[in-house]
């Protein structure tokens, strides 16, 4: 079993950055994809990023951040990052890191078999 833990969310204007980690522990998951969902009040959790289970694989993103947000992992430190950069108000969500179900990532919740508790991103305007 792998244990994730994000970290890095807060209070933000419009425009500004932010940098989500989520650290794993347990069953680290350096064979598998990883990714980024969020969930704004009263919506559906939907997903952000994803990238494939080594450094610098491909990556995935939704078309509102592609451009502005980043995933990066750091496989040595069995640590996920995510960089977002000009943040709107819309951004503003619980943002979970998750640990696909195999090396390829995918984009759907059904891809990711392992979540964390989800850190708070609010963006005000």
């Known amino acids: 079993q792998v244990q994730l833990v994000e970290s890095g969310g807060g209070l933000v204007q419009a425009g500004g950055s932010l940098r989500l980690s989520c650290a794993a522990s347990?069953?680290?998951?350096?064979?598998?994809?990883m990714g980024w969902f969020r969930q704004a009040p009263g919506k559906e959790r939907e997903f952000v990023a994803a990238?494939?289970?080594?450094?610098?694989?491909?990556?995935y993103y939704r078309d509102s951040v592609k451009g502005r947000f980043t995933i990066s992992r750091d496989n040595a430190k069995n640590t996920l990052f995510l960089q977002m950069n000009s943040l709107k108000p819309e951004d503003t969500a619980v943002y979970y890191c998750?640990?696909?179900?195999?090396?390829?990532?995918?984009?759907?919740?059904?891809?990711?078999?392992?979540w964390g508790q989800g850190t708070q991103v609010t963006v005000s305007s």
């Open positions: 998750a640990v696909g179900i195999s090396p390829l990532a995918g984009t759907t919740e059904g891809d990711f078999g392992s």
């Open positions: 990238m494939n289970h080594w450094s610098g694989g491909s990556t």
């Open positions: 347990g069953r680290t998951p350096v064979t598998f994809a």
